[in-house]
């Protein structure tokens, strides 16, 4: 409660809220209320990574400023720099406990002052048997499910075909000795 009231309080400090997830976008909001979004947070900048948290977004009624194409932290950098003036913008950026600094460090060195907020933590799931059959493709969506399948299962099975979202996801496939192609959506 406590801290839904300091959030509140303080989004009107903020010129731009960024989402890199569905599960930021649902663990944001379940913060700060579904609706309405309190008078001082409704004059902000919305920016997204992809299609599928803009989606999540636009079912609280708001349209992200911001939707990077593509669906990397990369390509969010990379499309505020082209389409938003981020000198002097203080901008808050909800995510998981997992450290990523790239983001944030690249919006710093842009002009901008970036406050991240945990809002979410990432865990494993419990450990279950791998089906013995049936499977010909698995799909990595972030270097932690690699880190944590391989972690469970201590290696991919040989003929199951590798699919990586993204290129993060796709590198940490290479590190870990795996071939993989980069799926999109």
Do not use: C
Request: aromatic share 10%.
């Amino acid at each position: 409660a406590q801290q839904k009231e300091q959030i509140h309080h303080d989004l009107g400090n903020y010129n731009m809220v960024i989402l890199t997830s569905r599960f930021a976008v649902r663990y944001f909001m379940d913060i700060i209320g579904k609706s309405p979004l309190p008078s001082n947070g409704r004059n902000l900048d919305w920016g997204v990574i992809g299609r599928e948290p803009a989606s999540f977004l636009k079912e609280y009624g708001i349209q992200p400023a911001i939707i990077a194409e593509v669906e990397t932290g990369p390509g969010l950098v990379q499309t505020l720099k082209e389409k938003y003036d981020l000198k002097g913008k203080r901008i808050l950026f909800p995510r998981s406990s997992l450290p990523n600094p790239y983001i944030k460090e690249e919006l710093n060195q842009l002009g901008a002052s970036v406050q991240e907020l945990v809002v979410y933590e990432n865990r494993k799931t419990p450990f279950q048997d791998l089906p013995r059959e049936g499977i010909r493709k698995i799909l990595f969506t972030s270097p932690s499910i690699v880190r944590n399948f391989l972690d469970a299962y201590g290696e991919i099975p040989g003929p199951w075909q590798i699919l990586s979202r993204g290129p993060s996801t796709h590198q940490a496939l290479r590190e870990a000795g795996y071939d993989s192609e980069i799926f999109v959506l």
